[in-house]
Structures are given as C-alpha cells and as structure tokens.
C-alpha cells in the first residue's frame, strides 16, 4: 500500500474504522512513521470500550497526527 501511495502523490490521509485503540492507532503509528500527514476523523473511529477509544483519542493518536472531527473534512 505505502508504494502505491507514493507512486501516486498521496501525502496526508484521513484515518477511521473500529478499534480506535488498536486498528486506527497502529495505522496512525505506520503512517506518521512513513511521513505522511495523518489526521485522524474522531466521530468516525470506535472502541469496544468508550474509556479505551477516549484514552487514544486524548492521549496516544495526537502525537502521530491530528484529531478532526468529520464535519472538517473537506
């Protein structure tokens, strides 16, 4: 995926899906270490648990990217 995104220009991505404090974050980490722009949709992630996917939100994924919520993307 990540040679395909480089062949096509592709420089920031908008990160969603569930497991917030599992699937999301392990991509955030790749992304962010693969130097893309990450952003991070918050309404559009979920976590079995809401005190696991707050955690992350709050804590873990502001340090690969950033937190937006849906309405800001354009």
Same mark, same amino acid.
């Given at each position: 995926?990540?040679?395909?995104?480089?062949? @096509?220009?592709?420089?920031?991505?908008?990160?969603?899906?569930?497991?917030? @404090?599992?699937?999301?974050?392990?991509?955030?980490?790749?992304?962010?270490?693969?130097?893309?722009?990450?952003?991070?949709?918050?309404? %559009? %992630?979920?976590?079995?648990?809401?005190?696991?996917?707050?955690?992350?939100?709050?804590? *873990?994924?502001?340090?690969?990217?950033? *937190?937006? @919520?849906?309405?800001?993307?354009?």
């Amino acid at each position: 995926l990540l040679e395909w995104l480089r062949r @096509n220009g592709v420089a920031s991505l908008f990160i969603t899906g569930t497991a917030t @404090n599992l699937v999301v974050e392990s991509a955030a980490r790749f992304a962010d270490d693969a130097g893309l722009a990450v952003s991070v949709v918050e309404d %559009c %992630c979920a976590s079995p648990s809401s005190a696991w996917h707050e955690f992350d939100i709050t804590q *873990i994924l502001p340090v690969f990217g950033k *937190i937006i @919520n849906s309405k800001d993307v354009n």
